[in-house]
């Protein structure tokens, strides 16, 4: 080492390697949050601005919330956004509930069967969702339910990658907290309660936002049971949009701002949780 020239550890970085980091950052910053805020931009720009141009501007010289309300005197988008909120709610209870206590069942009680229940549950994450759709369809139209909400909610209702999520969260609970509950003469439905469910909090978070968006931002499954327009999903709905508006992409990238703020907002509300179930198990050490 140079007489001078300060000592370097192990975990410090040079500028050089800094600079790299900042660069790779910015780049993946650009390739994900570029267009969101690109269609942004494109929601608020006026009639009089012109976005076919060889180099369009970023900032809109006039920023205008008239496509806003232009979309929602014209298309019934707020009628669509209530009908994915509802296909959301039921999607995301069902979750939340469903997945809580099977993990907790995995996880925490024995019984009989309980591996072969694990191993049909890591069979179907192998199947993809198009596989099953059309029995799915037969299920759903035999229960009464095509062209509802529920039955575009009812099958995804509970996940099985939640379900070993959950399971997942529940296993990395100490075990003498569940022996300790045990001789205080805890039941089932108390350690799941007082001693679970505080200790997987973060994780639930990360099930209740995959829920969300995965019921928001489905396509293919709202497209085949639903027939009447009045039960239309939002992302349904948009397709609708585009082709009313083909000719101005401003009122299409308010539709689209529209149904990414609920996003934006579950994530808000529950970034705390969700980053807590991601980065330390859900588990309190």
Known sequence: MRPGRPARGFNTTSPAERAVRYLLLGLV???TVGPFLWELSTSLKGAGEDVYTRSPGFLPHDPTLANYAEVARTVPVWTYAVNSLLVAAVTVAGNAVGATFAGFALARLRF?????VLG????TLVL???VTIVSQYVTVRSLGLADTLLGVALPGAIGMLNVLLMRTAFQAV???LDSAALVDGANVWQRLVHVGLPNVRG??????IFAFIGAWDDFLWPLIVLNDPDHYTLTVGL???????SANPRLIAAGTMIAFLPIVLVFAALQRFFFQGVEEGA???
């Open 29 to 31: 910053l650009l390739l």
């Open 112 to 116: 009989r069967g309980g591996r072969a």
């Open 120 to 123: 049909l549950l890591l069979a």
């Open 128 to 130: 993809p969702g198009e």
């Open 174 to 176: 100490p075990p003498e």
């Open 203 to 208: 994780m639930l978070s990360v099930v209740v």
């Open 239 to 245: 397709q609708y949009l585009n082709g009313t508006f």
């Open 283 to 285: 588990v309190k050490g």
